[in-house]
T-cell receptor, first 114, second 115 residues
Framework: KNEVEQSPQNLTAQEGEFITINCSYS?????LHWLQQHPGGGIVSLFM???GKKKHGRLIATINIQEKHSSLHITASHPRDSAVYIC????????????????FGQGTILTVHP | DVKVTQSSRYLVKRTGEKVFLECVQD?????MFWYRQDPGLGLRLIYF???????EKGDIPEGYSVSREKKERFSLILESASTNQTSMYLC??????????????FGPGTRLTVL
């Protein structure tokens, strides 16, 4: 069964701190998505990774294929970064077809205090 | 920008009622998904569709059915709503590229309460 494990479940930080959220995934997952959900809001895709590293503003996502591990980093955190961050693995069905089906981690609730 | 819309933000229904949740996307995406999101359980896939009239069961299809008569519209149907189907329902769509690398675009969600 494809699995995605995320840690920590809850994270509290002071404004300006460097934040890391971790995600481990099982065999059968070929790409990793990082999603953001603000309270009462919809879900927004932040990154999609199959190798290496991606950066967008203060957000950085990395993936280690051999260790089946991905991290999301937030530099110079701000209260507006407070949200739930979700990692999700894209699964590959038999024959290499996935249709983009995702397996989700439990989410990390991030609270950044001013 | 891709836009995924859902018919209602909040819905209250009674046990036994038939419930329709509608989702529409405007970017000609082949894949569409229905998820439910519950505290402590995260997002779980109910059904997905990779083409018109095509559907596949997800991880928790029991008690639900779906319909995709047009490419842009994917409906989730609760044949006889029960209290354990009280949840946040999220629709998503993605472009078919024959690989895992499809970004999913999510709708705003429908918070359904079954009394």
């Amino acid at each position: 069964k494809n699995e995605v494990e995320q840690s920590p479940q809850n994270l509290t930080a002071q404004e300006g701190e460097f934040i890391t959220i971790n995600c481990s995934y099982s065999v059968g997952i070929s790409a990793l998505h990082w999603l953001q959900q603000h309270p009462g809001g919809g879900i927004v895709s932040l990154f999609m990774l199959s190798s290496g590293k991606k950066k967008h503003g203060r957000l950085i996502a990395t993936i280690n294929i051999q260790e089946k591990h991905s991290s999301l980093h937030i530099t110079a955190s701000h209260p507006r970064d407070s949200a739930v961050y979700i990692c999700a693995g894209a699964t590959t069905l038999g024959g290499g077809t996935s249709y983009g089906k995702l397996t989700f981690g439990q989410g990390t609730i991030l609270t950044v205090h001013p | 920008d891709v836009k995924v819309t859902q018919s209602s933000r909040y819905l209250v229904k009674r046990t036994g009622e038939k419930v329709f949740l509608e989702c529409v996307q405007d970017m000609d995406h082949e894949n569409m998904f229905w998820y439910r999101q519950d505290p402590g359980l995260g997002l779980r896939l109910i059904y997905f569709s990779y083409d018109v009239k095509m559907k596949e069961k997800g991880d928790i299809p029991e008690g639900y059915s779906v319909s995709r008569e047009k490419k842009e519209r994917f409906s989730l149907i609760l044949e006889s709503a029960s209290t354990n189907q009280t949840s946040m329902y999220l629709c998503a769509s993605s472009l078919w590229r024959g690989s895992s690398y499809n970004e999913q675009f999510f709708g705003p969600g429908t918070r359904l309460t079954v009394l």
